[in-house]
Nanobody
Framework: VQLQAFGGGLVQAGGSLRLSCAASGRTSNNYDMGWFRQAPGNEREFVAA????????FCADSVKGRFAISKDNAKNAVYLQMNSLKLEDTAVYYCAADFRGWLSAGWNYGVDHWGRGTQVTVSS
């Protein structure tokens, strides 16, 4: 499956951005998609995930209450709505696909496909 992420940019602290990820190349929607992020010098962090078939979602504690993940099965797309952005949210955000269905349960046991990252920069 091929993943394309969109929507990164520069935003002031407290602002909002919405990231989009479009998937292609797979006819079944029986898998999870998620978002990870990586700031310079840091390990890649698991942010959120959603089951495309059942709608189960997961958000990491670091973003819970500020970020929300959603999907549009007709478009094979997932979205990450990011509100109340903080300086520490600055990172490259990556879209991912997990065919085993673990991400939406909050278990990062591996990703089957990665999309290219999109930069999110939060300024003061």
């Amino acid at each position: 499956v091929q993943l394309q992420a969109f929507g990164g940019g520069l935003v002031q602290a407290g602002g909002s951005l919405r990231l989009s990820c479009a998937a292609s190349g797979r006819t079944s929607n029986n898998y999870d998609m998620g978002w990870f992020r990586q700031a310079p010098g840091n390990e890649r962090e698991f942010v959120a995930a959603i089951s495309l078939s059942g709608g189960r979602t997961f958000c990491a504690d670091s973003v819970k209450g500020r970020f929300a993940i959603s999907k549009d099965n007709a478009k094979n797309a997932v979205y990450l709505q990011m509100n109340s952005l903080k300086l520490e949210d600055t990172a490259v955000y990556y879209c991912a696909a997990d065919f085993r269905g673990w991400l939406s349960a909050g278990w990062n046991y591996g990703v089957d496909h990665w999309g290219r990252g999109t930069q999110v920069t939060v300024s003061s």
